[in-house]
């Protein structure tokens, strides 16, 4: 027993009594005499006996558990993600289970397992960047659990117990690629992730956009595919510095691919951003610290978190007879600028 938590059933053995007269004067009921209720007590104290919380919700019928699902909670984003959905749970009465898949689909899949199997309540979940199969979100919707999307969303992906809370990546793209055209900057690169996540396809439409609307051509050896990390942009730094005409200015789909490109374009003597503008995504909280401070789109992290389950608990409260999910939530961005894009 010391290497288990002790159960009602142990208790029960060590005292003489059935599991259900331990139940009973665990809780205080009047049928048991205050002598029982004292020998059971002090056995518990002395063998650390936790009642099973989620085995007696499950009894009740409810598990007060919702799941949650992220790439990674390394960096600002995801962490802060979280923060607010462990706050906006807490404050409805739910704990929160918290898998990562560390962008791995087949993790991923093992999580949802994990979760379903937990019984929680709904789940809210942000893609992997490997996925591309997603048969293991169809198990939750055809068991008819709950199921928020955010940040990353599967396309297409339509039920009665399905609804997402995105960020407008599309404009916050738009805006950035637009300030740096407002900086004087005519040839733009843009570091782009996979284009089967809405989120690198939507940055990506936005850049397109903001260049066509104000007459500047789109050159397609500016817009480099990278790993967003620190070494994929200071990779895709090098490879548009071997061009005959490099870029002015650099729109990175993510902050730390953007940190890694400045880096390597400071090493190459490149002014920052007199010779050569950078902008990210995200603003994590290191943006503040470069040298010089990086421009980056606000994506409310916070604010989605809490958003999530505020959206969640709606769907639950439509039970499961609900005609229909509730609208997906779009949350507006936020172009941060600072000294890394601004030239006037």
Do not use: W
Request: charged share 20%.
């Amino acid at each position: 027993m010391a290497n288990r938590r002790a159960s009602i059933t142990d208790l029960a053995k060590a005292l003489g009594l059935s599991p259900s007269t331990i139940s009973r004067a665990l809780s205080n009921h009047d049928d048991v005499s205050e002598a029982t209720k004292v020998r059971v007590r002090q056995l518990a104290d002395e063998l650390h006996y936790q009642p099973n919380q989620l085995a007696a919700a499950l009894r009740r019928g409810r598990s007060n558990t919702l799941g949650v699902l992220v790439p990674h909670i390394t960096g600002h984003f995801f962490p802060q993600v979280v923060h607010g959905i462990a706050t906006e749970a807490a404050k409805q009465g739910f704990n929160v289970m918290i898998c990562q898949s560390n962008e791995d689909t087949r993790q991923e899949q093992k999580n949802i397992d994990l979760l379903m199997n937990s019984q929680v309540e709904g789940i809210l979940v942000s893609l992997a960047n490997s996925t591309h199969d997603f048969s293991h979100f169809e198990a939750v919707r055809q068991q008819n659990i709950p199921l928020v999307f955010f940040d990353r969303e599967v396309e297409d992906f339509q039920g009665s117990n399905v609804s997402s809370v995105l960020f407008d990546d599309y404009h916050g793209a738009y805006q950035a690629v637009t300030h740096l055209i407002e900086q004087g900057c005519v040839r733009i690169a843009h570091f782009r992730g996979p284009l089967h996540l809405n989120i690198h396809k939507n940055r990506l439409q936005g850049y397109r956009d903001a260049l066509t609307d104000h007459h500047l051509p789109i050159d397609e050896a500016l817009i480099v595919l990278c790993e967003m990390t620190p070494k994929g942009g200071g990779q895709a730094m090098r490879q548009l510095l071997k061009l005959s005409r490099r870029p002015d200015a650099v729109f990175s789909a993510n902050d730390l691919a953007a940190v890694g490109a400045m880096q390597v374009a400071k090493a190459h003597r490149l002014r920052v951003p007199t010779d050569i503008a950078f902008i990210g995504f995200s603003n994590e909280l290191f943006t503040t610290f470069t040298e010089p401070m990086l421009s980056s789109v606000d994506q409310r992290c916070d604010q989605m978190g809490k958003t999530a389950v505020q959206l969640l608990q709606k769907m639950l409260k439509g039970g499961p007879n609900r005609v229909g999910p509730p609208k997906p939530i779009v949350l507006k961005p936020k172009l941060l600028v600072r000294e890394s894009s601004q030239r006037k």
